[in-house]
């Protein structure tokens, strides 16, 4: 069983930074692959990022590349997301969720993750 509690989220000025923290409970919280969602009001919710257990490698949507940035440290049982050059229609409320194995095929479909935070609110002011 994974717990996840999502922190970071405020409001911020068009092109500011923010940085969103995930920290997750369960022994083995470094055996599990990581993902960033985010859904808009009326929106279905959509993949920002991930990354495998080792943080070796990262995945980004198209509309993030470039400007988010996805790490883990497992020795804090923590998963974070440094979101730079912030748009409006970034805003959105952010949550991370975790999955016991790593599909490349399938890390964007939230369906398939098993454990989620309640989410974290970022608004971007244009």
């Known amino acids: 069983q994974v717990q996840l509690v999502e922190s970071g989220g405020g409001l911020v000025q068009a092109g500011g930074s923010l940085r969103l923290s995930c920290a997750a409970s369960?022994?083995?919280?470094?055996?599990?692959?990581m993902g960033w969602f985010r859904q808009a009001p009326g929106k279905e919710r959509e993949f920002v990022a991930a990354?495998?257990?080792?943080?070796?490698?990262?995945y980004y949507a198209d509309s993030v590349k470039g400007r988010f940035t996805i790490s883990r440290d497992n020795a804090k049982n923590t998963v974070y997301l440094q979101m730079n050059s912030l748009k409006s229609e970034d805003t959105a409320v952010y949550y991370c969720a975790a999955r016991p194995l790593f599909v490349i095929a399938t890390m964007t479909n939230p369906y398939e993750y098993d454990y989620w935070g309640q989410g974290t609110q970022v608004t971007v002011s244009s």
């Open positions: 990354i495998r257990w080792s943080g070796g490698s990262t």
């Open positions: 369960g022994r083995t919280f470094s055996w599990y692959p």
